[in-house]
């Protein structure tokens, strides 16, 4: 549509009526006319006499303003608002029919100056261009990531439909939000974060410019379902998308279980009609083609790889690089032994293995991941390395190191771990689960930096955020236990080598000779295939069932067979003549079965019902057993809810799942030692004396649920944050890692967060008073530290920040979003301790980009009750009298 206002009286003209009123004659004018309107102003922007002139001073422009701002066609209630001018494409083929900013764009906040052979190619398929779905594997670091970004990007600023983007961690969710953030506020769509208990649900209405939803696998499924129930829409706008990276997690237990289901809702035949097309994108996938035919998509596969790799196997001080003959055997050759006479003796005794000598080797201008294959091992690697690199590496970025460490102790509230801060000053430092998130991404940020050389980290980080190095040593052939996977190799040396930075990489692997048979099959067999874990996780099934009543995909027992043929684990159990999987036996099971927990209210014509129950847990995304338990829970706490603290309320935060094992004797002192409103709770859930004395003589409770127990420990930890007690402090209370205590805190937000959508969509009035308390404690869950200050929480709602560096912006007079949005870059990165320019600048965008959005929520909220206000005085004309 055009929009045209005249003084105060906007008009709203359909394009297609006004060709077709306007004289035949001239069609030709009018199709001009359209031309020069689409390239220089947004669809639905409001135009006025003045524009129009301007920018057709034409016979044609006269014309159109004389015979169309003189028709009040419309009222207000009908414009859509948007004054924001479209980004012009003079050339749509010179970048996939994106606008030129978009290339400048890239080259600014990605480095990316020119695009690879393959990724021109993968671009330009004809899948792409008639909006086919489409799975593409390449090694890692092929470049997969930034084909799906200008996809993504074409859908919304082009096609202006929504997108949601799943990753499979926390941390990757993260760092693409940062990292969309100056794209978004450049081009003009919204960035939403859906992690923890971030993210409505369902998202909020947003007219003016379509959103892109970046999410865990949890929160995408219950995107999915939001999509689903709103007729193909989220946010009052149609999704045009769904992006799925790592979409090897498809044979992973519980979470690629529900990948498989939610992409089955979206896939089944009702609703084709919304046109939503697929990506995934994974670097390990066996049988590529299987999974093209469950997601009904183009396969596209390369082996491509930026810069050369080089893989080698270290036994005892030999080193061979290895290559495979066309047969695909395994071919060795000896390249080189380690000199351990640069060791002294006490260096051979504390590295007999020579892990130090072959980082010492790519020093003092390369790089090095250390995969380790337990927690513990890193950080007694990283200790080695620093030990035995040599003092020379202390010299080297000082002034950098002095600040990460001043960060990370920031971040800890004053406190640093002893051997981070010993390493960090020879560049080195360990990366696992036991560090906080803060620290985790500050050490991250140091290693692209160069200030740090080699990170000693578990396989997680080969899945995770993109940190290429030149050198990868793989220091066991076992990830924990078990022996390592052909894909999980692939991931580990994927990360050797840095386009633009080396010409090639190289990897080493470390091996006992009582493996070398192991050895040889892992370095020969190709990559495995995927297999479906849906039939084994009966819950996900359920909940699966539920939706897609609930969403109104499938209304009775045919069409949920119907729905179960789309899976892959029907597909795949068909094709292999497995026995006792027929999609109707399956079907017929699990609706017994919910029918017998009460899911279902009795049908209508056949047709199935859900509960009140059953509906609110979809809503919520919760597991159907899980949600009646939580029911029942709620019910007996809204009669005796302990209201004095917080305590009572984060014991029911705590999700029933979670179990962190404690030591028996830390357990009994922190059992024996309960304080007043601590008692009182415990008290209140039966957690006497005898308990204690079960669990001195049993290491477990008895007369008590082990639930109810476990989650009273949890919510123990909780309160002792929430009472502003420092991570450091109750890490050694309980003996925890930090990081745990952090991912707890995060899994805690997502479990409230449903809790909070499960009270809103139940309506009953017992629990009504729910919503309201929950809607208290997530946003201080969300952010992970309960005891800061509520200050400091505007701030940490930033992608890029966290305790350390909120408090270093409070500090320095940012003290609101809004100083944040009008700050400086370069005088951000002097103030904040180790904050790199290209992060300052994301802050910077990401802190306008939240501005904007709740600015421009508050308007078309205003707009709406305008709107509202105009129509019943429009009914009520004669009556209606002003004051």
């Not at 920031?410 to 998130?437: M, Q, W």
């Amino acid at each position: 549509m055009v929009i045209v206002s005249e003084e105060s009286y906007p008009v709203k003209v359909g394009v297609n009526r006004i060709w077709t009123k306007w004289d035949c004659r001239k069609k030709g004018i009018a199709s001009k006319l359209l031309d020069c309107f689409r390239k220089n102003y947004a669809y639905g922007h409001i135009l006025t006499i003045h524009e129009i002139a301007f920018t057709v001073p034409t016979r044609a422009g006269k014309q159109f303003i004389k015979k169309y701002t003189n028709k009040k066609t419309t009222t207000r209630n009908n414009v859509r608002w948007n004054s924001q001018k479209r980004l012009h494409v003079d050339d749509d083929s010179e970048f996939f029919g994106l606008p030129h900013k978009v290339k400048h764009l890239f080259k600014k906040h990605k480095r990316v100056t020119q695009l690879y052979d393959w990724q021109i190619e993968c671009l330009n398929l004809d899948a792409i261009k008639k909006r086919k779905n489409l799975i593409y594997a390449l090694p890692t670091s092929g470049g997969k990531t930034l084909v799906a970004e200008i996809l993504m990007l074409k859908e919304l600023i082009v096609y202006e439909r929504n997108v949601i983007f799943i990753l499979p961690y926390v941390a990757l969710v993260q760092e693409k939000v940062q990292s969309l953030c100056p794209f978004g506020l450049n081009l003009e769509f919204n960035v939403e974060e859906y992690v923890g208990g971030k993210g409505k649900h369902p998202p909020l209405h947003r007219k003016r410019k379509s959103s892109i939803y970046i999410c865990t696998l949890e929160r995408g499924a219950g995107l999915v379902d939001c999509m689903l129930a709103d007729n193909g829409q989220l946010g009052g706008r149609s999704v045009g998308m769904i992006v799925v990276d790592e979409l090897h997690l498809l044979g992973e237990q519980k979470r690629g279980a529900l990948l498989e289901a939610t992409l089955t809702k979206v896939l089944d035949s009702k609703q084709s009609k919304h046109n939503i097309q697929i990506i995934g994108m994974s670097a390990t996938i066996g049988n590529m083609q299987e999974i093209g035919d469950f997601l009904n998509a183009h396969v596209y596969t390369r082996d491509f790889r930026p810069v050369k790799l080089t893989e080698t196997i270290k036994l005892n001080e030999q080193i061979f690089v290895i290559n495979k003959d066309i047969d695909g055997s395994l071919k060795s050759k000896l390249d080189r032994k380690l000199d351990f006479d640069a060791y002294s003796t006490d260096m051979k005794l504390l590295d007999p293995s020579g892990i130090g000598l072959l980082v010492r080797e790519i020093l003092p201008d390369g790089s090095c991941l250390i995969f380790c294959p337990t927690k513990s091992s890193c950080q007694s690697i990283a200790k080695i390395i620093y030990k035995t690199i040599g003092s020379q590496e202390t010299k080297d970025k000082l002034k950098q190191k002095e600040e990460l460490y001043k960060a990370l102790k920031e971040e800890g509230d004053g406190k640093v771990c002893p051997l981070l801060s010993r390493s960090i000053l020879f560049g080195v430092a360990y990366h696992n689960s036991g560090l906080t998130n803060a620290e985790r991404k500050l050490i991250e940020e140091a290693f692209l930096d160069g200030i740090l050389k080699c990170i000693c980290c578990t396989s997680t980080l080969a899945a995770g955020v993109n940190l290429p190095a030149q050198r990868v040593i793989i220091t066991s052939p076992y990830v924990g236990r078990d022996f390592m996977k052909q894909s999980t190799y692939r991931q580990m040396v994927g990360r050797a080598g840095r386009a633009g930075l080396t010409e090639c990489g190289d990897s080493v692997l470390l091996f006992q000779e009582s493996d070398k048979e192991k050895i040889r099959v892992l370095l020969e067999s190709g990559v495995e295939n995927i297999d479906s874990c849906l039939g084994t996780e009966e819950s996900v099934v359920y909940s699966m069932i539920l939706s897609s009543v609930s969403t109104g995909c499938t209304s009775s027992q045919q069409q949920l067979v119907d729905l179960m043929k789309r899976t892959l684990f029907i597909q795949q159990a068909e094709k292999r003549n497995v026995e006792c999987t027929v999609a109707s036996d399956l079907v017929e099971s699990c609706l017994d079965k919910l029918k017998s927990i009460n899911a279902f209210d009795k049908p209508i014509e056949d047709k199935l019902k859900l509960t009140s129950i059953a509906k609110a847990a979809v809503a919520a995304n919760l597991d159907i057993l899980e949600a009646q338990k939580l029911y029942t829970e709620l019910l007996e706490a809204s009669s005796a809810l302990i209201l004095t603290n917080k305590l009572h309320l984060l014991y029911l935060a705590v999700p029933y799942t979670e179990c962190i094992t404690l030591e028996r004797q830390n357990v009994l002192d922190i059992m024996t030692n309960l304080q007043g409103d601590q008692q009182a709770l415990a008290n209140r859930l039966g957690l006497n004396e005898l308990c204690i004395s079960q669990f001195f003589s049993y290491g477990k409770v008895k007369n008590v649920s082990e639930n109810i127990w476990n989650k009273f420990l949890m919510s123990l930890i909780l309160n002792d944050l929430w009472n502003k007690e420092s991570i450091w402090t109750v890490s050694k209370t309980y003996n925890l890692p930090r990081g745990t205590i952090h991912s707890f805190l995060s899994r805690t937000a997502s479990h409230a967060s449903s809790i909070l959508r499960f009270t809103e969509a139940l309506k009953d009035k017992k629990l009504d008073h729910f919503p309201m308390l929950f809607q208290n404690i997530i946003p201080k869950l969300n952010i992970g530290i309960l005891g800061s200050s509520s200050d400091l929480e505007s701030l940490m709602s930033l992608p890029s920040v966290r305790f350390g560096r909120a408090t270093q912006l409070y500090k320095a007079g940012y003290k609101t979003l809004n100083d944040v949005a009008k700050a400086n870059k370069k005088e951000l990165c002097n103030v904040i301790n180790h904050l790199p320019l290209k992060v300052s600048r994301e802050m910077i965008a990401s802190a306008k980009l939240m501005l904007l959005s709740e600015a421009e929520a508050l308007e078309e909220l205003a707009e709406s009750l305008r709107a509202d206000l105009n129509q019943s005085m429009s009914k009520n004309k004669d009556n209606s009298l002003w004051f």
